[in-house]
């Protein structure tokens, strides 16, 4: 059981980094669906992920149609502030691989794609009269923190000891 985080052609390269540091420290797999609005070279991008990307287990695909062609038989949660079910009462703790797809920071995922798919729909509960949405890397960190309390963290450190712990 794997869990995968999809972004869809992302355009903020802090947010990416962000996300991918997150991926590093929980062994997710990241998947990028170009165009991405930066280069991977990004001296942001390569910031906000700091010393981690070599961590990281990425996945490049030239468009939507290529990530769905490579990826025929995934159990996919598309998440957007428009799905019906709340994300944290999806049951991920299934024996499946988990891909859980987010949309640009301007614009989200495609609407023909969420209207064709609206079952895979999930959204993070907020007050939407006050926000138009949540910053793209918290949202990832919230999900994909949901499905691991699930599965009961699988090969995460639920307690470590550090040289210099500074709670001995």
Known sequence: ????????????PANTGNIARTCAATNTPLHLIEPLGF????????????????????????NLADFLEKNPTIS???????????Y???DYNDGK????MFGK?????????MRDNEELC???PMNDEHVRSLNLSNTAALVIYEALR?????NLELTHHYENDKLD
């Open 1 to 12: 059981m794997t869990n995968h985080i999809v972004l869809f052609e992302p355009q903020i």
């Open 39 to 62: 280069s991977t070279d990004d001296k942001q991008l390569k910031r906000a992920g700091l010393d981690y990307w070599n961590d990281v287990d990425l996945t490049y695909y030239k």
């Open 76 to 86: 996919l949660h598309l998440v957007t502030k428009f799905g019906h079910d709340v």
């Open 88 to 90: 944290s009462d999806v």
């Open 97 to 100: 691989d988990h891909y859980f």
């Open 105 to 113: 920071e301007t614009t989200g995922l495609p609407e023909e794609f």
């Open 122 to 124: 999930v959204r993070i």
């Open 150 to 154: 699930q599965q009961s963290f699988p």
